[in-house]
C-alpha cells in the first residue's frame, strides 16, 4: 500500500513538472493564436466520437498558420518528451487525435485561411485550409462558383485536413477514387516543423506519404482539391434484394459498365438491414420519405434474416426534362435485378443529399445517441471473400443488427493512387464493409465492451480465414499489427517517419511509433 502511495505521489509529481515545462515552452512560442493549459480547460480535446478512450492533452493550441504549427512542433523537439496532435472536429473513434500529456493542435481555428478558386490547365481547384469542414467548402464552393469537388465522405463534417491523412471514400469512389486521389498539391508542416509545398513533382515523397498517412509525416494546412460543375438536383433511390449474390452482381454492375453511350449513376452504395419492423435496424431504416411504406409482404418467402439495399443517386439539373432524367433512371436500373415492389426515390437538391448524414446527426443528438460512445469498425474486403464475409458477419455475427448501419459497397482499385500510404486489398473490386455503432440510451444497452469484442470477432475471423482485407481508420495496439497492415510498404513507412519526423512528435495517438529524445 505505502508502495503504491509512493509511486502515485512520485508520478503526479513527475507529471506536475512535466506541466510547468510545458507552461515554459509554451510561453517563448510567440504564437498568433491562442493556448489553454490543462485543468479542464482542455476537456474537449481528451475524448473523441468513439468515446472509448480518453487522454488528457497538457496543452490545447489554436494556430493562426502554418507558421503556429511549425513553431508548436520545433518546441516540441526541444522537448525531452512532447508529442503533437492535430485534431479536425474530433470524428476520431480510437483516440487518434489525442496526445496524452502532449500538445493537441485545435486545427478549426485555421479553417478560414485559405479558399481561392484556381484554373490550370482548363481544370479547377479550390486551395482550401486542412482546418475546413468539408460541408463548409461544398457551400461555398456551390454558393461562389457554382462547383464542388468530385469526391466525399458520407459524413461532412470533417476536416479536409482530416480526411485526407486517411482517405475519404463514399458513393462517388468508384469513379473518381477516394478524396486522396483527388487533390493535387497540398502545404505540409512536417514532423521537423518545416513548412513545405509538396506535390506529384514538388517533394512528391512526403506529398504520396501524408496522403492516407494517417498523420505521420506532417499536419496537412492547406489542400487543392480538383473541382466540378455542381448539379443543382439528385434522383436519390433505394431498391431492395433479398440474396446477397444478386446485390453484389448488380452493384459491380453498376461500378464496373456504364451503360453504351450514357454515363452510369454518379454515386453508388449499399447496406444491410435487419429483416424486421426495428426502426433502426430494419425496415424502417430503408425508406427515403415518410410517404414511404415498406412492405414485408412482398418479400420472397426464402428471405433470410437480413435483406440487402443499393442505394443510388443521378445528378441532374433544374433545367433538364424530367422525362429524360426519368427514361435514364428507368434504362439503368432495367439492367438490376432487384425487387420491383420494393423501390424508394426522391428527389432533392444536391447540397441536401450531400448533407443527408446532417439530418440524421441532429436526430442523434437530440435523443442523445450522438454523444454515446460508437465503436465503429471499418474495413475493405475483397470481392473474393465478400460472400464468405456475409455468410459469417452479416448472417450470423450480426443477424440481428448492430445498433446504427451496416454499409456494404464496392470500390475500384484502379481508382485509388498506390503511391499513397493508404493500404487496400490487391483484387480489382474490394469492398468497403462499415459498421457504424450507436450504442443506443436504452434501459439495457450492449455494453461498448461486448461491442468491441464483436469488432475483435470480426477481425479474428478474417484473419483466421486468410482473408484479403485491411482495415480502414485502423488502430492497432502493437507494431507488429501495423507491420502487418503494411506489409511490403512498412519499410518505406518507417522510413519516410526517419525522413520527415525522425523524433517520432506526431499524432502519437496512432500508436505507431514512440517519441524518441531529443538528439
Known amino acids: 500500500m505505502i508502495a503504491c502511495l509512493e509511486r502515485y505521489v512520485h508520478e503526479t509529481d513527475a507529471e506536475s513538472r512535466q506541466d510547468d515545462d510545458v507552461s515554459s515552452i509554451c510561453k517563448t512560442l510567440d504564437l498568433q493564436g491562442s493556448i489553454e493549459f490543462g485543468g479542464g480547460s482542455t476537456g474537449f480535446a481528451d475524448k473523441d466520437f468513439g468515446g472509448v478512450y480518453s487522454f488528457e492533452p497538457s496543452a490545447v493550441i489554436r494556430p493562426s498558420c502554418a507558421d503556429d504549427v511549425a513553431r508548436v512542433v520545433k518546441a516540441a523537439s526541444r522537448s525531452s518528451n512532447l508529442t503533437v496532435a492535430a485534431r479536425g472536429n474530433g470524428h476520431s473513434i480510437n483516440g487518434q487525435a489525442m496526445a496524452h500529456r502532449g500538445l493537441v493542435l485545435d486545427m478549426r481555428s485555421t479553417e478560414d485561411n485559405h479558399f481561392k478558386l484556381l484554373t490550370i490547365n482548363g481544370v479547377y481547384y479550390v486551395d482550401v485550409s486542412g482546418g475546413a469542414l468539408w460541408e463548409d467548402v461544398l457551400k461555398r464552393c456551390v454558393l461562389e462558383f457554382g462547383m464542388a469537388p468530385r469526391s466525399w465522405t458520407d459524413y461532412l463534417s470533417l476536416t479536409v485536413g482530416g480526411t485526407l491523412s486517411n482517405a475519404g471514400v463514399s458513393g462517388q469512389a468508384f469513379r473518381y477514387g477516394p478524396q486522396t486521389s483527388n487533390v493535387t498539391e497540398l502545404e505540409v508542416v512536417t514532423g521537423k516543423g518545416d513548412v513545405l509545398i509538396c506535390s506529384e513533382n514538388e517533394n512528391p515523397e512526403l506529398f504520396f506519404g501524408v496522403l492516407g498517412g494517417l498523420g505521420q509525416f506532417g499536419v496537412i494546412t492547406r489542400a487543392r482539391v480538383v473541382l466540378q460543375s455542381a448539379p443543382d438536383m439528385v434522383r436519390w433511390i433505394r431498391v431492395v434484394y433479398s440474396e446477397f449474390d444478386e446485390f453484389t452482381q448488380d452493384a459491380e454492375l453498376l461500378v464496373t459498365q456504364p451503360v453504351k453511350g450514357e454515363s452510369s449513376f454518379d454515386y453508388v452504395e449499399g447496406f444491410v438491414f435487419v429483416n424486421s419492423d426495428d426502426r433502426v435496424n430494419g425496415w424502417p431504416s430503408v425508406s427515403l420519405d415518410p410517404k414511404h411504406g415498406f412492405e414485408p409482404d412482398f418479400l420472397p418467402p426464402t428471405a433470410g434474416s437480413v435483406l440487402y439495399c443499393l442505394e443510388v443517386a443521378l445528378h441532374y439539373n433544374s433545367d433538364d426534362n424530367l422525362s429524360a432524367v426519368d427514361t435514364v433512371v428507368s434504362r439503368l436500373l432495367g439492367r438490376l435485378g432487384f425487387n420491383r415492389n420494393l ?36 474495413m475493405f474486403v475483397s470481392k473474393s471473400d465478400i460472400a464468405e464475409f456475409d455468410r459469417a458477419v452479416f448472417k450470423k455475427i450480426l443477424k440481428d443488427g448492430i445498433g446504427g448501419p451496416m454499409l456494404v459497397y464496392p470500390v475500384l482499385r484502379s481508382k485509388w493512387d498506390n503511391r499513397t500510404s493508404v493500404m487496400v486489398p490487391d483484387e480489382e473490386i474490394f469492398y468497403l464493409v462499415a459498421l457504424l455503432r450507436f450504442t443506443c440510451p436504452n434501459p439495457k444497452p450492449p455494453s461498448v465492451e461486448k461491442l468491441v469484442a464483436q469488432n475483435h470477432e470480426i477481425i479474428q475471423y478474417c484473419n483466421k480465414r486468410g482473408s484479403d482485407f485491411k482495415l480502414y481508420l485502423p488502430h492497432y495496439k502493437s507494431q507488429e499489427e501495423w507491420k502487418n497492415h503494411f506489409g511490403n510498404q512498412w519499410t518505406r513507412f518507417v522510413e519516410m517517419k526517419a525522413c520527415f519526423d525522425p523524433m517520432a512528435i506526431l499524432s502519437p495517438g496512432q500508436n505507431i511509433f514512440s517519441r524518441l529524445p531529443q538528439p
Open 343 to 378: 423501390k424508394f426515390q426522391v428527389d432533392v437538391s444536391y447540397v441536401d443529399f450531400l448533407l443527408r448524414v446532417k439530418r440524421a446527426e441532429e436526430q442523434a443528438k437530440a435523443s442523445r445517441i450522438w454523444d454515446s460512445p460508437h465503436p465503429w469498425l471499418n
